[in-house]
């Protein structure tokens, strides 16, 4: 079946610091990758997408790459803010289907 | 401005109290759906809807109805709420289908059943 895995959380780190969240999925077919956003006491918000492999999507600093060989879409961002501080939820879009799958999500919190 | 506009943000109740949470979006959206979100479990999807008087059921739709009378709206009904169905959620929507028209979140209705 179709599927995301995020790694567990609290991700915490100073200010600055380099990010790397890590999300695998399980997909038949050629599903497109999301990475969604969500700040306290709001809804997710589009943070990036890509739909084909070796696609690159990237918005404010962050940046994910579709890798079809290790199925993975691992979200980095070199330079860290506390106004980073959210849940990260990786998602999956499987090809031929109307539905996103969604990860656990992940906390990342950022302290000055 | 363009919104997914859910009410209310926090609602307490007994179990067997028929409840309902209200989403309506402003941007003519075809596709809405209702997801709960539950620590561990990320977001799953109760109801979604395709368009006006079309509606599907999502992975957990026990305990739960919807309607899709108009198009701005996609109402969220418990007939008679659980302990279980304390939960945090989300109404979204979207124009059309496919990946290229991304999800529009409400803001959240925390729910407890006590």
């Known amino acids: 079946g179709n599927s995301v895995t995020q790694m567990e959380g609290p991700v915490t780190l100073s200010e600055e610091a380099f990010l790397t969240i890590n999300c695998t999925y399980t997909a038949t077919g050629y599903p497109s990758l999301f990475w969604y956003v969500q700040y306290p006491g709001e809804g997710l918000q589009l943070l990036l997408k890509a739909t084909k492999a070796d696609d690159k999507g990237s918005n404010k600093g962050f940046e994910a790459t579709y890798r079809k060989e290790t199925t993975s879409f691992h979200l980095e961002k070199g330079s860290v803010q506390v106004s980073d501080s959210a849940v990260y939820f990786c998602?999956?879009?499987?090809?031929?289907?109307?539905?996103?799958?969604f990860g656990t999500g992940t906390r990342l919190q950022v302290f000055p | 401005e363009a919104q997914v506009t859910q009410n209310p943000r926090y609602l307490i109740t007994v179990t067997g109290k028929k409840l309902t949470v209200t989403c309506s979006q402003n941007?003519?959206?075809?596709?809405m759906s209702w997801y709960r979100q539950d620590p561990g479990l990320g977001l799953r999807q109760i109801y979604y809807?395709?368009?006006?008087?079309?509606?599907d059921k999502g992975d957990v739709p026990e305990g739960y109805k919807v309607s899709r009378k108009e198009k701005r709206n996609f109402p969220l009904i418990l007939e008679s709420p659980s302990p279980n169905q304390t939960s945090l959620y989300f109404c979204?929507?979207?124009?059309?289908?496919?990946?290229?028209?991304?999800?529009?979140f409400g803001n959240g209705t925390r729910l407890t059943v006590t």
């Open positions: 941007m003519n959206h075809e596709y």
């Open positions: 979204a929507s979207r124009r059309g289908t496919g990946v290229n028209s991304p999800l529009h």
């Open positions: 809807s395709m368009n006006v008087e079309v509606t």
């Open positions: 998602a999956l879009f499987p090809w031929g289907t109307d539905k996103l799958i």
